[in-house]
Nanobody, 127 residues
């Protein structure tokens, strides 16, 4: 059983930055591919960013490409999401998710493949 705990959310003005953290306990963190998803009020949860178990490969939703960066440190059991140039459309609850690496294709946008999810952290961007 892996427990994921997000932190770092908060309120920020347009153009501001935040760094979200997701710390895992239990399991072997370095064997999990990790991702961030978000869910805005009244909307479906959507993919934001993902990274491979090593951190060597990363992927982003078009809406955040160039503004967000996902990184991880397997020695700290932590994955981060650095968010810059925030705008009101980024307002959402952000969740991290973990998928046990199977050495096969990583369909990172498909929510059903993830084995564990965190409770989420709220990000609010105001103008």
């Amino acid at each position: 059983q892996v427990l994921l705990e997000e932190s770092g959310g908060g309120s920020v003005q347009v153009g501001g930055s935040l760094r979200l953290s997701c710390t895992a306990s239990g399991g072997t963190f370095g064997t999990y591919n990790m991702a961030w998803f978000r869910q805005a009020p009244g909307k479906e949860r959507e993919f934001v960013a993902a990274c491979s178990w090593s951190g060597g490969s990363t992927w982003y939703a078009d809406s955040v490409k160039g503004r967000f960066a996902i990184t991880r440190d397997n020695t700290k059991n932590t994955v981060w999401l650095q968010m810059t140039s925030l705008n009101p459309e980024d307002t959402a609850v952000y969740h991290c998710a973990a998928e046990q690496d199977s050495r096969g294709p990583f369909y990172y946008t498909q929510q059903s493949i993830y084995d564990y999810w965190g409770q989420g952290t709220q990000v609010t961007v105001s103008s």
